[in-house]
Structure formats: C-alpha cells, structure tokens
C-alpha cells in the first residue's frame, strides 16, 4: 500500500483569539482530486497556507508522504511535491511571463543555476499549456488581465513539477473558454495521477473535477464525501448557499 | 550556461578593453591617476551592485567589508612581515569569513532592518578600529609605509585596470546565469521565490559572499596601491554614499552601469575639485544624484538602452 | 554608583526622544528616513544660528528649530517619499542621499569644524557627589514631559488613534475611511518637530559638527531593532536598556568601547528574537 501523498490531524490555528481552522482531519490518496468549498472566511486558504509552511500550525500534524513536514521550510515542502496558487496572484512585477516560469522551473542549487542555462522550451511549453499565446510571452504582469494573472499562477506552480498540487480560485476572473481550457489541463494531470485539492466557488466548474469534496465553514468540516452529496447536505446549504 | 551572449556584447568588450589598455598613450600622468581611483571606486561600486543591486537588500556597511580587507593585509605585511603574495589572499578570506559571521543575523531578516543594521556595524566598526589592539592597526591615525606593489602612474594604472576588468567581466557574466534572475527575483517579491522552490537565504549568502570576496580584493590591492591606510577616510558616511551613488548613477543590477558610474563620478568630483575643494563638492552631486534617482532610479544604463530600444523599432519599422 | 544612575537616567531620557521621532515614522509610514539624523544636525545649527549668532531667547531658539523641523519633515514627505509611492528601497537611498546634501550644504554656510554650543540653561546641580549641569537635566525633563504628551495624544485623540490603526493596518484604516496621505504628513510633522528638539538638546550635549547626525541615527536604529516597533513604551524601556549599557561601560570599561555593547545586543536581538524585544510583528 502506497503512503498518502496528503495526511492532516487535528489542525488547529489560532490568531490570539481567533480560530481560523478548528480540528481538521483529513487525507488524500494518490491521483485523488478533492474539492475544497465553503464561505468567504471559513479557513480555506488558511489550510493552504499552513500546508505550505507560510504559516505554523498552532497544534496537529501535517504529513507530506507519511514525513512530517512541520519543521520543514517552504521551499523545503516544494521540494518533496507540494505546490500552490494564490488567490491574489503574485507575479515578479519586472519579469515576462517566460522569466515568471524561468524562476519556477530553477533547481535550489547555486551550482546548477551558474553552469546550466534556461530550458526555454520547457518555459515556452509550460506558458502555452496554461492558455498564453505567441504574442503573451514577453508580456509583463501590468500587461496582463486578472486571468492571465492566474493563469500565470497555474503555469509557475506546475514548474516545480510538484505531485500535490493546491489549487486556490484559479478560475475566478476566467472567461469560459479560459475555464475550459484550464479544466482540460487539470484533467490531463489527473490521468496523469496528479493528486489535486481544489478551491472554487464555482462550483459548475469544479465538479468534473473532482473525485469528493469537503465543505468547511468557521474551520471546521461541516461535511465530507461525495461532491453531490457534500453539495445538498443541508448544512452546507445553509452556510454556503444561503439556501 | 545560458548567457544569451551576441557578437555585439564581445565587440564592446573588446573594445572597452582595448580602450583602457591603450589609454596611457592618450592621457597625461595625472589623468591616469584619476582613472586608478575611478577603478578602484568601480570595483567597489561593483561589489556592491552584487549584494545590493538586486536583491533589495539596501547594504550601507560596504566600507566595512573593504576595511577588512584592507586592514588585514596591512597589518600582516607591516606588522607581520608576511608577502603580499599570501597577504591579500588571506585579506580575502577574512573578509568573507569576517563578513559573514557579523551579516549572518541580519541576512534572515527582511531588507529594511538589514540597511539598517549594515549602517550601525560601520559606524561601530570604525569606533572598534581605533581603540582594539592600535599597536596592530594604527589605531586613529591608521597606518603609513604599506608595501606598494607598483611604481608610478603607468604600472599603477595597469595593475587596477587589470583588476578592475577580470573583476567586472566575471561578475557580469555570473549575473547573466540563472543566479541572477534569482536575485532579482529576491528584488522583486521574495514570499513569491519561496513559493518557487527556491530558499531566498541560500541565494542571499551567496550573493553577500560574493561581494565580501570582491571586496575585500579591491580593499586589500587598493591599500597597497595607496600605501597607507586610514579608518577616517574608509569609514566615512561620503564613502558609503560614493559607492552607492556611482552604481545608482550607472544603474544599479547591471554591473556595468556601476562601473561607468563610477568613472563618471570620479571625473565629476576632479572637475569640481578646483572650484568646490571641500566636503561641498557632495552638495552637488549629491543633488544631482537625487534628482537622477527620483527622475529614473534605473539609472544612465537604463536611460541608455531605452534610447537603443527605440533606435532598434525605428530600424525595424524602415 | 549614584552618578552611574544620575548619567544613565538623563543619557536615557534623550535618547528616548530621539529614537520615538524615528520610530514613529517607521511604524506608521512604513518606510526609513535615514534623513533622520540631519533634523537632529540641521535643528542643533539653526538653534545656534538663531540664539547665539543672533542672540534670540533659548525658548525661541528651540521652537523655531523646531518648526523648522516640522517643515523639514513634511517638505521631505511631499517631495520625496510621497513621490516615490513608498518603494522602500528607493526611500532609504534617497532619504541617506539627502543626508549627504544636507551635512554637505551645513558644511558650506557654517564650516567644518565642530561648535560647542552654550547652555540653554546655565548653572549645574549637586546631587550626591554627582554634579549635573541643569541644561542636560532640563533636557531630560522637556523630553519625559514631551514623551508623555506624545503617548497621551496617541492613545486620547482621534488623530493618534488614527495614526495606531494606520500603523498597524494601514489598508485596513483606509478602508475604515481614514485619510491615510493626511495621516502621513501629520506624523512626518510630528516626527520632524521631535528629532528636532532632541537635535538641539543632543547637540547641547555633545558638540554641533555637520557630521554629528550619524551617531544619533545609529541610537535610534539599535533601539528599533531591539525593541522593535509598535510600542512608545517598548522603545521608552530599550531607550534606557542602551543608555544604561553605554554609561556603565564608559564608567566601568573603556570610554571608547561605548558603541560595542549596543552592536552586541542588536546582534542577539536579531539572532534570538527579530521582531524586537517588544515589536508587534516580524518586520
């Protein structure tokens, strides 16, 4: 039996009075894709970030491949196989959209930076992939729309050939054909046994995509299991869709 | 390596250095005197481009890197009676150590606090200096009667040229790698390069390391160059603001824009000599520099290329 | 020992005052005037100029230096950081940049060789065995009397309410509809009007020479770093934490190893515990 790509215990983080995540648990088999939904504030990116080691769990566990991780840096974490997007897109202001790649897809080793060269096909193929023309490649993010921003995002966290990839809204300011084009990409990663955890509000979007879901709200998860089944329980109905 | 070198960038080389080789035919005696300071000046500016161009990390501490240098192998030549030979190798090495272990804290923290902390260890430096063992170092007064390693203007000049070019071509061809963009990448959003994979502390010791090492070279071949040594003149605020402004002018990330900056100040406060003798002359190139730097931090380099820029899309258009 | 405590007080007192005017900018504004020290430099020779070359009462001396202060700090805000949108390295680069011209153009009208200014008070007081001249003692009295006034103005009006929140949140205040450029131009006032002040009593302290604004610059960027930002208190306790150490180690060590404690502690500050002994955050 293979190790979980993803284990969280009992996650737990507090802001002096505020708890963002309240006991979570869960894990992720390989190839499995998950839905992450719930309210605006109820502890989803927090998730993220506390998988990333952007911030430290105040109390549980957080397992990348059976190793705990808790110790582990960021960068360090990217190197064993997890990778996010932001919700606000972080571009590098002064760099096209081929150097935004290019720092992705660098190896953390000076020696290997200094004596070997840019794979520009590689920037090139990646950059396509997401949905970038020709003409987009030497663009600058203030020459970018929203989409191309998140497009953007997607590209630079798929450079560090992760296995786990976190996905945080990156469909939001999307035209349809750049959501379709985007899907047709998560789903050939899929086939490809990328393991995915996915947060969108839409929810029309994210449904071919995902195996499951869960639903958090006030960092907790108020359900879990099939999408359809996550997405008419009425708790989750009440909290999310007002319904 | 991925330079992405073009036939013109080995036309300007060689033209630049044969410029330089030939220039003692072209100039008098005292004019080659100017240019040996305006190289020493350009591989500090240099070093400091190196650590501080890029990566936004703002170093006011540059004069302490050079007196390490510096005071190191005078007192291993004067004090200790050891050859130049070994004496500005092991100045080298000292500068990096020395440097590293003092900048090693403030390397973890973000930019702001690490100027800031740069400007403090001068300032304490040059107190140290004076008052630790001045039977070593001259104490006040510094030190006189230094090893020189040439005689006259012309040897004088060959010697820093020489090092002033095999400095600026290394360092400019190691930012051309990937390592650069990665600096520059520090510049730009540093949360975003740990997101990339990279860990921003390795990147920055290595470019501060880098730094030390040309540091404390130019430091040390520039105290036996002048002969003496004095923590006044090293450890002075205008020292400081001279290095910076000169990489600014030129146009701080580009290693050669530092290096112009540097001739082209040098030359400016020799022409103002005459008429503003004093410590006035910083009163215009300061405001000069100021308005420069508010008008277009990028710098003359920038300034230039954009002008290249539209050169080239004319060209293109015909 | 009672002179040790007397000296460290008053050394104390000073140095509060001139670390608060720097950190007040870098909390609320968020940027580094390394220009800092040349209110300090720039006020001690306007002081001078006005009330020993031309003779002015002390009080109308250190007023005008003071509102020139003010001038100073909110003439830097709009041409200066303002225009550069906060790009903090371009703010330290030109804010140390102006620094030069100004300890540049000092040294045109007044020279370069150092001043001693006359007492703004004259006349000393025995205390114990220690004696102490009534113009340090005066200076550390106006600057307690002038910390509190700073604390209470924080804490009880509207604008010092204003320029916490900015401080700590400053999307979070605009959004709150606090004017954040207005906010700014108040606190690059204010903190010009008290480095001024500490200039003038800093310079009666020590000498007037155009290079005297690094030194103090140096004070306020160690009391920043160990105590971090965010707190008047915090930087009041650092304040004497550094004074202390530099009395006691000329008194009991070597006076001139008087900066070398103070780098020690800066460096087990950031090694140990970077936000600062009392800061609200990493910065």
Known sequence: MMTKPLTIKNLVKKFGGLTATDDISFDLNEGQSTGLIGPNGAGKTTIFSQIMGEYRQTSGKIELYGSEISKLSTPARIRLGVSRTYQVPRPFAEFTVLENVRVGLMPDSIWKMITEGPNVDREIELALSVGFSENDLRRTPDELSMGDLRKLEMARTMATNPSIMLLDEVFAGLTVGEIDQIAKLIQKMRSENMTFLIVSHDLKALEPLVDDAIAINYGKIIAQGSFASVISDKAVRTSYLGT | ?318 | MLEIIIQGILLSGLYALIAVGFTLIFSVGRVLNLAYGSYIMVAGYIYFYFSQLLGLPPIAGLLLAGILGSCMGLLKYNLIVKPLKGDHIAVEISTLILAVVLQSTVILFFGNSAKILLPIIPGVIHIGNATVTFNVLAATVASWLILIGLYLFIKKTHIGRAMMAVSMDAKGASISGVDIDKINMITWGISGFLGAIAGVFFASYTQLSPTMWVAPLIIAIAIVIVGGIGSIIGTLVVAHIIGFMEIISVALISPQLRGVFTMLLIILVLVIRPKGLFGREEL
Request: a positive charge; aromatic letters at 14%; proline letters at 4%.
């Open chain 2, 1 to 318: 390596m991925g330079l992405g070198l073009r036939w013109y960038h080995f036309v300007l080389w060689a033209g630049f250095i044969a410029i330089m080789a030939l220039m003692p035919e072209f100039v008098s005696k005292g004019t080659l005197r100017t240019i040996i300071f305006a190289n020493f000046l350009a591989i500090f500016a240099i070093s400091w481009d190196v650590l501080s161009g890029r990566t936004g990390y703002i170093s006011f501490g540059h004069p302490f890197l050079i007196g390490i240098g510096a005071y190191t192998t005078a007192i291993l030549t004067k004090r200790f009676d050891v050859p130049v030979e070994y004496a500005i190798p092991t100045a080298v090495i000292m500068t990096m150590v020395g440097g590293t272990i003092m900048f090693l804290p403030a390397l973890r923290i973000k930019g702001s606090y690490f100027a800031l902390v740069s400007l403090a260890f001068m300032e304490l430096i040059y107190q140290l200096v004076q008052v630790i063992r001045p039977d070593l170092t001259g104490g006040t007064r510094g030190m006189s009667g230094l090893v020189t390693l040439t005689r006259g203007a012309v040897n004088g000049y060959y010697l820093s040229v020489t090092l002033m070019i095999i400095v600026a071509l290394c360092m400019w061809l190691l930012m051309r790698t990937r390592l650069g963009t990665a600096l520059s990448a520090i510049g730009m959003n540093e949360e975003s390069v740990k997101g990339s994979g990279l860990s921003p502390t390795k990147l920055k010791l290595f470019a501060f390391m880098t730094s030390a090492f040309v540091a404390g070279l130019g430091g040390a071949f520039y105290v036996h160059y002048l002969g003496s040594i004095a923590p006044r003149a090293l450890f002075d605020i205008n020292f400081v603001f001279t290095i910076i402004v000169a990489t600014l002018i030129g146009g701080a990330s580009t290693i050669v824009g530092p290096m112009f900056g540097a001739f082209f100040l040098t030359f400016l406060l020799e022409y103002l000599r005459p008429y503003l003798p004093g410590a006035e002359r910083y009163l215009i190139y300061g405001v000069i520099a100021l308005l420069l730097y508010m008008y277009q931090p990028k710098g003359l380099y920038h300034i230039v290329m954009t002008q290249l820029d539209r050169f080239k899309k004319r060209a293109d258009d015909d």
